[in-house]
């Protein structure tokens, strides 16, 4: 892991950021000592998502909504 001080980290922090998405960790350091961490951000779990689908789906199939209910939710939200 790389480390960069405060002020390269400000004066060049379009460069950090390309060398980030390239899949570098650098650490932003003020007098030697680490205070922060560029990182790329982790990417989305599929297992995550056909999980938070799965229980939207049983949650949509237990809880049915009919279209006047849904009228009167709208209407009432414009009424608020």
């Known amino acids: ?13 379009s460069e ?3 060398r980030v998405e390239k ?6 350091t003020r ?4 205070i922060a961490e560029l990182r790329p951000v982790e990417g989305r779990s599929t ?6 689908i799965k229980i939207l789906g049983d ?3 237990k ?7 849904v009228r009167e939710m709208i209407e009432e939200g414009r009424r608020h």
């Open 1 to 13: 892991m790389n480390t960069v001080g405060a002020y390269e980290a400000k004066t060049h922090l």
């Open 16 to 18: 950090l950021l390309m």
């Open 23 to 28: 899949g570098e960790s650098i650490v932003i």
């Open 31 to 34: 007098h030697g000592t680490p």
């Open 47 to 52: 297992e995550a998502i056909a999980a938070a």
């Open 59 to 61: 949650f949509r199939s």
């Open 63 to 69: 809880h049915s909504v009919g279209a006047d209910e």
